[in-house]
Nanobody, 114 residues
């Protein structure tokens, strides 16, 4: 249902963009989100975008990350700037439909290293 891509290796201070493509129309999702899970840590919410395009961010990424959506392409993006070592994690996209069904993408690894 959800296909995440765009992870990779980046130096501190660098940028990376993630994509999450939905199979079928993205409009069936009330919310689309990005989560991340670092080694040995719990999965945590990074950013969320509602069908109204309202967005919310975790405090630790505010001002650095931007979530957006392109309904014509059925895709959600996460632009990550000023990356830090602590941003290293597997990033997952998530979608919750209007009926409450919850879908996860397969995860894409982001490694911030010099």
């Amino acid at each position: 249902q959800l296909q995440a891509s765009g992870g990779g290796l980046v130096q501190p201070g660098g940028s990376l963009s993630l994509s999450c493509a939905t199979s079928g129309s993205i409009l069936r999702f009330n919310t689309m989100s990005w989560y991340r899970q670092a080694p040995g840590k719990q999965r945590e919410l990074v950013a969320i975008i509602f069908s109204t395009e309202r967005t919310n961010y975790a405090d630790y990424v505010k001002g650095r990350f931007t979530i957006s959506r392109d309904d014509a392409k059925n895709t959600v993006y996460l632009r990550m700037d000023s990356l830090k070592f602590e941003d290293t994690a597997v990033y997952y996209c998530n979608g919750v439909t209007w009926t409450g069904s919850n879908y996860w993408g397969q995860g894409t690894l982001v490694t911030v290293s010099s």
